[in-house]
């Protein structure tokens, strides 16, 4: 590196593949890129910043018109670490852009020179970063669009720095010089190449955004018109179509309905469907409707196999709702997106006749380019909605598709264009007539849930679709169960109440919160957590006592004060609300197994994984706990194993297996995992341990199990 580089507040160095970052008395970082898949996202930054030059301004830039310079850069420098087997190299870059390259504290791509890696709380190493330092570095990654048509910015100017303080050095050069010469270098060192060496490259796992865990969404006022309309189709067809006779009928179509079929699509790319629109004279925001007959052509794609499918299809009619697409351009709506797809999850859900896949399985697809028959096969169901979603201002466009899989066509479509700020009135309207339409006999209770107003009473316009999207952000940081996460969920969820006093979501926000601390023992007092989570939640259900979340929350928080009755009551109205929600079914399981029925427990576990089958760690977590109660050694360390596979740092799974398999007298696997468990948390004791275990109310039972985890070699 030249001796005039580090002047510059930013300096890449591609000599060393290093990152220099030093803005005074805010953040000093250098990072090492050190190995070849490294190197090459060390050099994509470095070709955005180089193109930014050229340009003369701090703009975004494209990827694909410089896909072969790209492919040179992988190939050569990168190892060709930067695609994957299923992910081209657009898409990779994209990921990585998005959720690798950011992430300061556990830094996946690259080492931090004079910092160490230290254990927190059990939750595994990590980099120790104040949140401004995290937050300055997170910044700087930009981009619009999505994949292929990605638009990368190193946004320096988010943090204060200009191009002329930004420097490329290689060789004795900078700028544009140094970025010609290491490109050439790459070039000449190619072309020297006679015979090329394979070489086996291990790439690294592709970067999934985590999946938030543990919570059931509620109506979301802003778009829960556009969820009503979804769902009244959804719901009507899908019954209908369990329902018909076998025999061919003659197709007679009326006006309220459109036969639509087009070629599947997969999520990468959302054609927009045909549009359904309404003829009605006095309703012109209504979409209007056309009268016509189409026959269905072959399907274009191969269907989806009963005999494939990793579940049986359920006697009900079966659907997985896919992540919507975010159509805007804009990486800023991705939460609209999925808060409009979690919504419609949701409600058909609440629907008895349908049996509704959970948000955490589908969400494993999201920015994937999975095909139907896939997702069908591997969640057992026959239906797939998939859509996309454009919003711009106070304008917004839903399109949405219904798929069945077995037969490979579309059998309902339908785009909608409306204004949010329309949405309060035409709600009620629009779903009314949508579910005359397509004659859809719900039961009393249904059309209550659907008629139903929830936090939108009590905010207005874009305030209510901000707080729900601040909510949605308190959950995820909820989810990752560690410190850091926890405080930032308790900083969100403060704003939540500052925004909606009022909202029934801003109270079950900070409840949520309170719950987590106490799980961590961060809070003022273990027992103020719990006093405070309780009082949180009776003031959600005060407002409005149909939100099945905060039963849920109230059923912890019981169990937590081994008030196993009010707990296993909150828990059943929880399921009475939800019964198609994974969560819920999980929070019932859990009161019933920390109460001393472990046995009554494991269905409704099973219930859970089978509306969730990709799983989350904490249902295989707790499901391996009622297994092992019950003397099912060998199922318990399978549930254990899986919780290990969504997260392998999870660091109560592991003392799960420690105990179970010192149960089953199998030392050397006991012994094993007792020793990641003090990798994890070289603190860890029995003594603290056991005060988690105040929840069961069979405490000889935890006594055997501390007993065993002794055994293990923990002390």
């Known amino acids: 590196m030249t001796g005039n580089a580090r002047v510059h507040p930013i300096t890449i160095d591609l000599n060393q593949f290093k990152l220099h970052i030093e803005l005074k008395h805010r953040i000093e970082l250098t990072l090492h890129f050190n190995s070849p898949s490294r190197r090459f996202y060390l050099s994509v930054i470095a070709f955005v910043v180089n193109e930014m030059k050229r340009h003369g301004k701090i703009t975004s830039i494209p990827l694909e018109k410089h896909h072969d310079f790209l492919a040179l850069l992988n190939e050569t420098i990168g190892g060709s670490a930067g695609s994957s087997e299923t992910e081209n190299l657009l898409t990779r870059i994209y990921m990585k852009w998005q959720h690798a390259l950011p992430n300061l504290e556990e830094a996946p791509l690259f080492k931090v020179l004079g910092r160490k890696k230290e254990y927190e709380q059990g939750i595994g190493k990590t980099y120790p970063f104040t949140e401004t330092e995290k937050d300055i570095w997170a910044n700087l990654f930009e981009y619009k669009g999505s994949h292929e048509n990605v638009r990368l910015k190193f946004a320096i100017d988010r943090i204060g720095v200009s191009l002329d303080e930004t420097s490329i050095t290689f060789g004795d050069s900078q700028d544009a010089d140094a970025w010609d010469q290491f490109i050439s270098s790459l070039k000449r060192d190619g072309k020297e190449e006679s015979e090329p060496v394979e070489e086996t490259v291990v790439p690294e796992p592709p970067v999934v955004p985590s999946s938030p865990q543990g919570r059931k969404p509620f109506w979301l006022s802003g778009h829960r018109w556009v969820m009503l309309v979804v769902v009244g189709i959804i719901a009507a067809l899908v019954i209908w179509k369990l329902y018909s006779p076998s025999a061919p009928q003659p197709e007679v179509v009326p006006k309220e309905k459109i036969a639509v079929s087009q070629p599947e699509m997969t999520q990468t790319t959302v054609t927009p469907p045909v549009e359904v629109i309404s003829k009605e004279k006095d309703t012109p925001a209504l979409p209007e409707k056309i009268s016509k007959k189409v026959t269905p052509p072959p399907p274009d794609e191969e269907v989806a196999s009963r005999e494939k499918m990793a579940f049986p299809l359920p006697d009900l009619p079966s659907i997985a709702v896919l992540p919507f697409v975010n159509l805007s351009g804009d990486p800023k709506q991705e939460f609209f997106c999925d808060s409009v797809t979690e919504e419609i999850i949701s409600a058909l859900s609440k629907v008895q006749y349908l049996f509704v896949i959970s948000r955490q399985s589908t969400f494993f697809y999201k920015g994937k380019p999975v095909k139907v028959k896939q997702v069908s096969e591997e969640l057992g169901v026959r239906y797939v909605l998939e859509g996309g979603v454009q919003k711009s201002g106070d304008h917004i466009r839903i399109t949405a598709q219904l798929i069945d899989a077995l037969t490979g066509r579309h059998i309902w479509a339908e785009r909608y264009n409306r204004n949010l700020t329309d949405l309060f009135a035409l709600q009620d309207e629009i779903t009314l007539r949508v579910l005359t339409a397509v004659r859809v006999k719900l039961t009393d209770g249904e059309q209550a849930s659907l008629k139903q107003k929830s936090f939108d009473r009590f905010c207005k316009g874009k305030q209510t679709l901000d707080c729900y999207l601040k909510f949605m952000e308190v959950i995820r940081y909820h989810r ?67 939100i099945a979340s905060a039963h849920g929350l109230l059923c912890l928080l019981y169990s937590y004060k081994r008030e196993y009755d009010k707990s296993i009551a909150e828990a059943e109205r929880a399921v009475a609300l939800d019964p198609g929600g994974s969560m819920a079914n999980m929070h019932y399981a859990m009161a019933l197994n920390y109460a001393g029925r472990s046995e009554e427990a494991i269905p409704f576990f099973q219930k859970a994984i089978r509306l969730d089958p990709v799983g989350t760690t904490s249902i295989y977590l707790h499901y391996g706990g009622a297994l092992r109660i019950t003397g099912r050694f060998e199922e318990a360390v399978s549930a254990y194993k899986k919780s290990l596979q969504r997260e392998p740092n999870n660091i109560f799974a592991h003392v799960g297996l420690a105990g179970t398999y010192s149960m089953m007298g199998r030392e050397k696997e006991a012994r094993a995992a007792a020793e990641e468990i003090l990798r994890l948390n070289p603190n860890f004791s029995l003594a603290s341990y056991s005060k988690i275990l105040s929840m069961f109310k069979d405490q000889l039972e935890m006594d055997k199990f501390i007993q065993a985890l002794s055994k293990a070699g923990l002390k």
């Open 480 to 546: 990752g169960h560690n410190v850091e996460d926890a405080k930032v969920a308790r900083r969100i969820a403060e704003e939540v109440i500052e925004m909606c006093p009022e909202s029934p979501l801003a109270y079950l926000a900070i409840g949520w919160v309170h719950q987590m601390e106490y799980v961590l023992r961060i809070g003022r007092s273990p027992q103020e957590s719990i006093e405070k989570g309780i009082e949180m939640a009776q003031k959600v259900l005060t407002i409005d006592d149909s």
